[in-house]
C-alpha cells in the first residue's frame, strides 16, 4: 500500500458561519473518492463560532485559587472549568475530562492561531457532528465519497511532545479490529486493535506544522472504506478500563 | 509539502543474525537521500536474537504471584519482570517500565509473529544503537543518507487502540522545536514541542498493517534534516514531569 499526503493550502483566516466545507473542498480540488480529509480544529472551532472572549469571562472563586497555585490567567482557568466535567490533574498544569470525554490539557481550550488578545478557541461542542457537518459538504461540492477527521494537537502521559489525535470521525472507520485474526505463523492476534484515525490525524500533523498555515490535509491511498464506519468518541477509553483517571 | 509512504515489501523471515539493514536497503531500493525508514522492532530483535524461550524460563515467586492474580502465564510474568524495574500498574495488564524507561504494557515482551509456540520477543537492549546500526548499513548498501525509526505498537491511557511509537530514532531529530516561534498572529506558542518521530511512526503504522508482512516503511518528503539530530531516548518524559507514574 502506498500513501500519499498533501496539505491544503489557499484557505483564508476562518471566521464564525464561513463555510468551511466548501473552502476545503475548493482549495483541496481535485479530490478523488476514498481521500480522507483531516481538518485542524481550530478552523473547525473558528467556523463554528466557538469563541470565548476572556473579557468577558466571570471568574468563580474555585477557578480563582487553581489559577493563583498554577500561576495561571484565572479567565482562561476559568473558561476551561467550564468546559470540562471533572479535574484528573492540577499540578502543574490542568488535565481534565471534557464534556465530551477527552482526556486533555486544559479541556483543549488554546490562545493560539487566534485573533487578538482577548479571544480564546473552544473544541467544537459535538466533534463527530462537525466531522459530519464537513464530510456531507465536500461530498456534495466535489462530488467524491470522502473520509473526515477533526483533529487535535495534545500531550501524553510518559511521552514528551505533543501529537495529533482524531476528536471527529465521519465516514470512515475509527478503530481497525485486526482481534481475531491470525498473524504471519498462524498465531491469533489478541491486542490488535489498532487506532486508526489517531494515526492518521498524527500523520497529517506532518504536513500541516504549526506555522504553516495549513489547517487541512488530505491522506490518499488508504483504503478503508465499505461496511466499516466509526466515530471519534469510539476512540476515547471507557473509564472502567482506564487504569490512569 | 507533500508526504509519501510506501511499504518495503519481500523482506524474508528474520532470523538472528541476518543482516537486516541491507535486506531493507535492498527490498526498499532505490532509495533517496532524505528518506526515513521506519522498522518493525519485532524485526529489529528477531535480528539481534532478543528473543527467550518460554520452556527455559525459571519462574520466581513475585511472578507467580502476579500471574495468578493477572490470569497469564507464569514464565511470560517472569520475562516480563525481567525486562523491567518497575510495575507501574498490575491491574488487567502489567503497565511497566521497561530498562530503557519505556512505559508500556509488558515491556515490550511479545509472542505473535514470532515463530513455535516457545519463543516471545523482548525489546531491542538499546533501542537507539539499533537504529544507528540499521542507518548505518542502509546509507553503507544504498549510498544514500537516511534517517531510521525503530518503532512498536502501545496502548494509551485515555485512548482506545495501540498506535506506533518511535523506541529507537538516529539521523534525524526525535522532536520538533516550535517553541519561541510565532503563530500566524504573531503570537508566541508555547506548548508546541512535537513528537516528530513518533508521528512518523504512527504514519508507518498505516501501511505496515499487523499481518501483512511489511516489516518496514519508507517516508520521502519529509524535510527535517541538516544540524539537528535527536535519539528515541528524548521521546521520554522524565519522571519528574510526569504525572501519571
Known amino acids: 500500500m502506498n500513501l500519499h499526503l498533501f496539505g491544503v493550502e489557499g484557505i483564508p483566516e476562518i471566521r464564525p458561519g464561513d463555510d468551511l466545507g466548501a473552502l476545503v473542498a475548493g482549495c483541496a480540488a481535485p479530490l478523488c473518492s476514498g481521500d480522507i480529509i483531516v481538518v485542524a480544529q481550530k478552523v473547525v472551532s473558528k467556523a463554528e463560532g466557538r469563541l470565548r472572549a476572556l473579557s468577558a469571562v466571570t471568574v468563580g472563586r474555585p477557578a480563582?485559587?487553581?489559577?493563583?497555585?498554577?500561576?495561571?490567567?484565572?479567565?482562561?482557568?476559568?473558561?476551561?472549568l467550564d468546559e470540562s466535567v471533572r479535574i484528573v490533574r492540577d499540578c502543574h498544569v490542568l488535565i481534565v475530562e471534557t464534556r465530551h470525554g477527552f482526556v486533555c490539557a486544559n479541556a483543549g481550550v488554546d490562545r493560539s492561531n487566534v485573533p487578538g488578545d482577548d479571544l480564546v478557541s473552544l473544541l467544537p461542542i459535538d466533534c463527530d457532528a462537525s466531522a459530519d457537518v464537513l464530510r456531507s459538504r465536500i461530498a456534495q461540492v466535489s462530488g467524491m465519497t470522502v473520509g473526515v477527521i477533526v483533529s487535535d494537537t495534545w500531550g501524553r502521559p510518559w511521552r514528551l511532545g505533543i501529537t495529533n489525535f482524531a476528536l471527529g470521525v465521519s465516514g470512515m472507520p475509527a478503530l481497525l479490529d485486526y482481534r481475531g485474526r491470525t498473524d504471519d505463523f498462524g498465531m491469533q492476534l489478541n491486542a490488535s486493535l489498532l487506532a486508526t484515525a489517531d494515526e492518521l490525524a498524527a500523520a497529517a500533523e506532518l504536513v500541516m506544522g504549526k506555522t504553516g498555515r495549513v489547517p487541512a490535509v488530505v491522506i490518499r491511498g488508504f483504503d478503508i472504506f465499505g461496511d466499516q464506519t466509526g466515530r471519534g468518541s469510539d476512540l476515547i477509553r471507557p473509564r472502567e478500563l482506564d487504569l490512569f483517571r
Do not use: E, S, Y
Request: glycine letters at 0%.
Open 64 to 80: 480563582r485559587r487553581l489559577a493563583r497555585r498554577l500561576h495561571a490567567d484565572p479567565r482562561m482557568v476559568q473558561v476551561i
